[in-house]
């Protein structure tokens, strides 16, 4: 069953066309990594699927509805968001940071109560924040921080996720513990997740399915080994690269290789 069908969507910034005639659909409980190079429309197509953004072509269903009719409080029970890091201007804990994640379940005028504060904590414990649930946001590292954004999603309780690099800039320990415990909670809670990333081998390990953009327009979508292939990789990356096996799981692998090899 489609979770999420995008149908010929097309979106520029001024004159210049960032998405170009984007087709292709999630199913419900899938993982789909979104990758491409720098500039190819991984972003903007994400924010077109939470409606930060409205595409000038073209429409995005969810679960059968146009997103143009559902209303913003709605969507954000359905849809959680993680982005590449979150700085705020006033001091906040962890704890008040994924409290934030319920505000669609709150009255203009009404706070948290004990059923919002046990979803946040219970959110914190799936994702091991809540030991520092009292410390201040800013004073965190790169991998707390970004465990603590998933969690705040997570106290949305939504039934989509949408993650924009969420191991950027991270060491590969904490690359692993954000993808595994992003499959777990795809897993356990039959979560649709769409996860934009530049780590074409984590993406090809833990996603079921890749969606290739170049400039804008879908260069191929399919199975990381419909996807990762060397033909894909070097005509849309514009670099020679080594396709293999990992080993270990048999997913396709990529090693870039100097121009002078």
Same mark, same amino acid.
């Given at each position: 069953?489609?979770?999420?069908?995008?149908?010929?969507?097309?979106?520029?910034?001024?004159?210049?066309?960032?998405?170009?005639?984007?087709?292709?659909?999630?199913?419900?409980?899938?993982?789909?990594?979104?990758?491409?190079? *720098?500039?190819? =429309?991984?972003?903007? @197509?994400?924010?077109?699927?939470?409606?930060?953004?409205?595409? %000038?072509? =073209?429409? $995005?269903?969810?679960?059968?509805?146009?997103?143009?009719?559902?209303?913003?409080? %709605? /969507?954000?029970?359905?849809?959680?968001?993680?982005?590449?890091?979150?700085?705020?201007?006033?001091?906040?804990?962890?704890? %008040?940071?994924?409290?934030? =994640?319920? #505000?669609?379940?709150? =009255?203009? !005028?009404?706070? %948290?109560?004990?059923?919002?504060?046990?979803?946040?904590?219970? #959110?914190?414990?799936?994702?091991?924040?809540?030991?520092?649930?009292?410390?201040?946001?800013?004073? /965190?590292?790169?991998?707390?921080?970004?465990?603590?954004?998933?969690?705040?999603?997570?106290?949305?309780?939504?039934?989509?996720?949408?993650?924009?690099?969420?191991?950027?800039? /991270?060491?590969?320990? &904490?690359?692993?513990?954000?993808?595994?415990?992003?499959?777990?909670?795809?897993?356990? *809670?039959?979560?649709?997740?769409?996860?934009?990333? &530049?780590?074409? *081998?984590?993406?090809?390990?833990?996603?079921?399915?890749?969606? !290739?953009?170049?400039?804008?327009? $879908?260069?191929?979508?399919?199975?990381?080994?419909? $996807?990762?292939?060397?033909?894909?990789?070097?005509?849309?990356?514009?670099?020679?690269?080594?396709?293999?096996?990992?080993?270990?799981?048999?997913?396709?692998?990529?090693?870039? @290789?100097?121009?002078? /090899?």
């Amino acid at each position: 069953m489609n979770m999420v069908r995008v149908s010929r969507v097309g979106f520029r910034y001024i004159e210049e066309w960032v998405l170009r005639d984007i087709s292709f659909s999630i199913n419900k409980g899938e993982v789909l990594g979104v990758i491409g190079p *720098n500039g190819s =429309g991984k972003t903007t @197509l994400l924010k077109s699927l939470n409606r930060t953004i409205t595409p %000038e072509q =073209g429409d $995005v269903f969810i679960d059968g509805t146009n997103v143009k009719e559902i209303k913003r409080r %709605e /969507l954000a029970r359905i849809v959680g968001t993680v982005p590449q890091e979150a700085s705020m201007i006033f001091p906040i804990t962890v704890l %008040e940071m994924v409290l934030m =994640g319920r #505000a669609p379940y709150l =009255g203009r !005028l009404n706070f %948290e109560g004990e059923k919002d504060y046990a979803k946040a904590i219970m #959110a914190m414990e799936m994702t091991d924040t809540l030991p520092f649930s009292s410390r201040n946001i800013d004073a /965190l590292s790169g991998g707390e921080k970004q465990r603590v954004l998933i969690a705040r999603a997570i106290a949305q309780e939504p039934v989509i996720m949408l993650l924009d690099e969420p191991t950027s800039f /991270l060491d590969i320990k &904490h690359q692993i513990e954000i993808y595994d415990l992003i499959k777990g909670l795809n897993s356990r *809670n039959d979560l649709t997740v769409v996860i934009v990333s &530049h780590d074409i *081998n984590l993406a090809a390990q833990y996603c079921n399915r890749l969606l !290739l953009l170049n400039n804008g327009r $879908v260069s191929k979508i399919g199975s990381p080994e419909d $996807v990762v292939t060397k033909e894909n990789i070097e005509e849309v990356y514009g670099c020679r690269v080594l396709v293999d096996r990992n080993p270990v799981t048999e997913k396709p692998r990529i090693t870039p @290789l100097s121009r002078n /090899l």
